[in-house]
């Protein structure tokens, strides 16, 4: 079934008239949403700079803001807006700032105030954007509170919790307003919730309405999932991006993530609906109108985290109405918008069986070409690697993409000019192996892992796919991981704007590829540009905080170009890492370990080790929340763990005989039994349901044993090891 309906009819003024005439037309002096306009295109029509001229740009300025976001345990992933020449942010720590555009001045300033114990963020403290309308600035916030704020002095206006933080829930998208409505999704996809879409009323905060992910009996989609079960109400599916919309269709889009619990699938036969999907409704009542699910039956944390795009192509002489999205598969899904169907094949074809996780029999394959590579190569320790959709149980076996490969939350801007999308990609192989556990609510949920193997490279592309064919018009490819960051933007003058980890801020050729200017901000320049005008002058604008998916250096600036500008670049930061494995200086010696320290919450420090064999070392929480280390063997369970570690809590364990142990944190312990630990002869490793940060130790036959920190995300470890 397909519903349509025209919104903002001329029988009904329109809350906001002026933004939503914004919304609906192309992007110009202002950019009022986290996509520039409805479309989620991020492409602006102002062109004063362009190719002839951007080797001039310089920065106009840069603001730091107070220490707001600043720390390991943020990403900087938010679309500064501006509108009237003021700049309205968002930091990881939820606190709102308001700059003059032109001269990057604080205006105001709202601190947020969120509880530190938050104990429920998958993958760092972020916020991606804000949403403006009715003479007040919209969010989400982590505490799964939605906040809207004066635009004149950043005082709150109204709060409404769509759900409970200890539940599982919370908010990192930025919402989205038109016509009277915030509709804003939830995280929560590794913590078991039942993700929905909810739309507020912009005036009053008021729930209108809700729309579930994961259907309940007698649903749309409920027949996807074991009849007579609950399997359904804690299978995830969050919203992890802003929702595009079509006024003329009278529809709203967005893309949602993996199922839960992420690598088990044996207890949810079925495809699992709406997981890894994008799901179109009717935008003012939320009725089904259709779906296109990605991943059938997900147990690869295949989520689909990118921002859909809407676009008017011309596909086979005929115009059409269109819309994409960058799926963590690596493929590009384009789709007819008005009723879900393929505009470009997609071919339903069959893939590797396993019974045990009650794999689909088919998986839909785009035609075209992947972003990034789909196969994993073989490695020694590990019996088999396979390509995507490979199955795996309780051994562990290596696949690519992994849950962190292809393209994560960055957005994909789409340019009428060339017809091209733009994609970033993360190359990575991970070790997949299923590891059993009881959901327990607000606590992690995702029965198994996925780690990079010690020494795997990480790297990525970024591809300009011709929206026409969904094929490779041009492609980079970058020494980092692109995917969980390196989102662009596309301008009227030719230019493809995108900033990377390593702190450079690109200007490339939207057509060619070829790189025109580049410029060194000091931080991980992770997050996507805007472009603006003030007073006649363009400028372009960026938040550089780093990101803890990407490994990139951490900062709380704020910068924008002009080709007027006087500012020039910084030193660069420390590169992130290019291979999975530790780094730093070896402390010798150190027999006491603090987790959570120095603001980083899935860190060890010291960072790297050397004691002893027979040594005790003492692990003790000084983070804020909970965390556990557990004993993994090449992504088996191993044979102890510290148990869950309060903020205060300590617990030693002897390491008595010489060997390899990898250590991983994670939030919620996994289901494994406490024994006395030892360091073997060959690696253990301690692996974490949602650790960013992990320790290897080894011994040698006569005296040593060694830590190492290795940085992941939300359960998806980037592995550490030293050679002892």
Known sequence: MVAFGLLSSGAVRAADPEIDHLLQSPVGK??????????????????????????????????RLKGSGFGGKYSAEAT???KDGIMYMVTGNDDVFALNAKTGEILWERWSGIDQKISTVCCGWLNRGLAMGEGMLFLGQLDANVVALDIKTGKEVWKTPIEDWHNGYGVTSAPLYYDGIVYSGNTGGEFGVRSRLTALDGKTGKILWRWHTLPGPGEVGSDTWPAGTDHAMRGGASIWNTP????????????????????????REGDNLFCASIVALNAKTGQYAWHFQEVHHDIWDYDAASPVVLFDPVINGQPRKALAEAGRTGWVYILDRTNGKPLIGIEERPVPQEPRQKTAKTQPYPIGDATVPQCAQQMEGYRKAGCIFETFWDEPVLIQPSGQGGTNWSPMPYDPDTGYLYVPGTIRTSVFSRVPSQYTTGQRYTNGTQAPPIGSPLSGTFTAIDSATNKIAWQHKMPYRMGGGGGSTVTAGGLLLRGEPDGNFLAVDAKTGEMLWKFQTGFGADAPPMVYEVDGDEYIALTTGGNSIQGSAYGDAVWAFSLKGQVNPLWPPPPPAIAAGPGGAVADGVDKVKIGDNNVEYAYWPARTRIKAGTTVTFTNVGDIPHTATAFDKGKVGNWDTGPLDKGEAKAITFSEPGDLLLHLHTSPLDVRASHSR????????????????????????????????SGIGGHYDRARATL
């Open 80 to 82: 500064p807006l501006v």
């Open 244 to 267: 595009a919309l079509d006024p003329q269709l009278g529809l709203i889009y967005f893309a949602t993530g993996n199922c839960g619990p992420d690598y088990d699938g044996s207890m």
């Open 679 to 710: 360091v073997g002869s060959k690696m253990a490793e301690l692996a974490a349901c949602a650790g960013v940060e992990a320790a290897s130790w080894s011994a040698d036959p006569a005296t040593l044993a060694r830590a190492s920190p290795l």
């Open 30 to 63: 202002d950019w009022v949403t986290n996509g520039g306009n409805l479309t989620n295109h991020r492409y602006s029509t102002l062109k004063q700079i362009d190719t002839t001229n951007v080797k001039q740009l310089k920065g106009a300025w840069i603001t």
